[in-house]
């Protein structure tokens, strides 16, 4: 999985729809000016979140693979 793919997608959705990013902007930043605690708190629990998902999709990714290791492994072994 690769970071840049992420923000790739990121910039894409806001040039294609300017006016959600630019109303999303500033409701993020009416957020920080008012209640700055929560949304320090809630983008923590938000990086921690997209870490764990990281971390098991990277793990399924590489249990997927030496499954399929194994079973194309034992297919040519047998006769």
Known sequence: MDFSRYVDSIVSFAQNHMVIAIVLALFLLFFIYRRPKLFFGLLVFGLF??????????????????????????ERRSP
């Open 49 to 74: 979140l997209a870490g764990l998902f990281y971390m098991i999709t990277n793990m399924a990714r590489s249990g997927s693979a030496q499954k399929q290791k194994l079973i194309h492994g034992e």
